[in-house]
């Protein structure tokens, strides 16, 4: 059974920084995609970033571009992400998201930047990151 568990939320300060943590267990995803959504509160889910695990191909979507950033360990179970300059706008609950068998980089992509996740099999429980101004 896949397990996703993220770790690294908590409050930090306008323009300050958090890494959260995704450990997969049950499950290597050498051939899919990891991501991060997150959930404000009385909002939709939103997509943020995801990486093909197979090449290590990234993508964002705009609001956090050039502020965040995706990455994993080498054997491809650990998904990161950095995120600095944090702004208020950015206080949600996060969560971690796998795609076991994707098509390629571009679905993954797709479904992050127009916030469909119907591709991710997996998910974490969610961490709260608040950014107070």
């Known amino acids: 059974q896949v397990q996703l568990v993220e770790s690294g939320g908590g409050s930090v300060q306008a323009g300050g920084s958090l890494r959260l943590s995704c450990a997969a267990s049950?499950?290597?995803?050498?051939?899919?995609?990891m991501a991060w959504f997150r959930q404000a509160p009385g909002k939709e889910r939103e997509g943020v970033a995801t990486?093909?695990?197979?090449?290590?191909?990234?993508a964002y979507v705009d609001s956090v571009k050039d502020r965040f950033t995706i990455s994993q360990d080498n054997a491809n179970t650990t998904a990161y992400l950095q995120m600095n300059s944090l702004k208020p706008e950015d206080t949600a609950v996060y969560y971690c998201?796998?795609?076991?068998?994707?098509?390629?980089?571009?679905?993954?992509?797709?479904?992050?930047?127009?916030?469909?996740?119907?591709?991710?099999?997996?998910w974490g429980q969610g961490t709260l990151v608040t950014v107070s101004s």
């Open positions: 998201a796998a795609a076991s068998v994707v098509a390629g980089a571009s679905q993954c992509f797709f479904a992050v930047q127009k916030h469909r996740p119907g591709i991710f099999n997996a």
């Open positions: 049950g499950w290597t995803y050498t051939g899919g995609c």
């Open positions: 990486i093909y695990t197979r090449t290590g191909s990234t």
